[in-house]
């Protein structure tokens, strides 16, 4: 059981505040354009992008709780629970994002071998114009660096033993 003292949210050292951070940028992350869809054709583009919470809803929940949950067991000084929370957050973006590089990888080659040879003669006019959609489906990294970052300056940031000058 968790027992919060009076005392515990007056000073935050400087190990507290480096973990808010961290699990701050995880959490910006998240709501910073993850993934980019682009589809065209002669008749219509039509482009746009996701956050991960968007993009993948379960998981994108769970790495919002768990950067909060973090931040709040740092600010009670349970490191302990806090490393724990830190570590699946990075192991769930780890797995994601190879799940994420697999998929956009079967979809492209399932796209390619799909689509006609832009000189075969299998569609003509009209019909051609509408059948040929080319699809892009491809990762904003700057969300990935961020969540990424955000979860490794947090367990850095955890396994620091020594307590710097508390701010005041």
Not at 161 to 167: P, S
Request: charged share 15%; hydrophobic share 55%.
């Amino acid at each position: 059981m968790i027992k919060i003292q009076r005392g515990d949210f007056m000073a935050l050292s400087r190990k507290q505040i480096a973990i808010i951070i961290g699990a701050s940028i995880l959490l910006t992350g998240l709501f910073l354009p993850a993934i980019s869809l682009n589809a065209n054709n002669l008749l219509a583009n039509i482009a746009g992008s996701s956050n991960y919470i968007q993009a993948d809803q379960t998981y994108g929940v769970i790495l919002l709780l768990l950067s909060l949950i973090v931040v709040t067991l740092a600010i009670a000084k349970k490191f302990q629970w806090a490393f724990i929370g830190a570590v699946a957050a990075l192991g769930i973006l780890v797995f994601r994002l190879v799940t994420f590089l697999s998929d956009i990888s079967k979809f492209n080659s399932l796209q390619s071998s799909i689509n006609p040879d832009p000189f075969s003669l299998e569609f003509d006019g009209f019909m051609r114009m509408t059948q040929e959609i080319t699809v892009g489906i491809s990762l904003n990294w700057i969300s990935w660096i961020a969540m990424f970052a955000g979860s490794i300056i947090t367990i850095i940031a955890l396994l620091r033993e020594d307590e710097i000058n508390e701010i005041k």
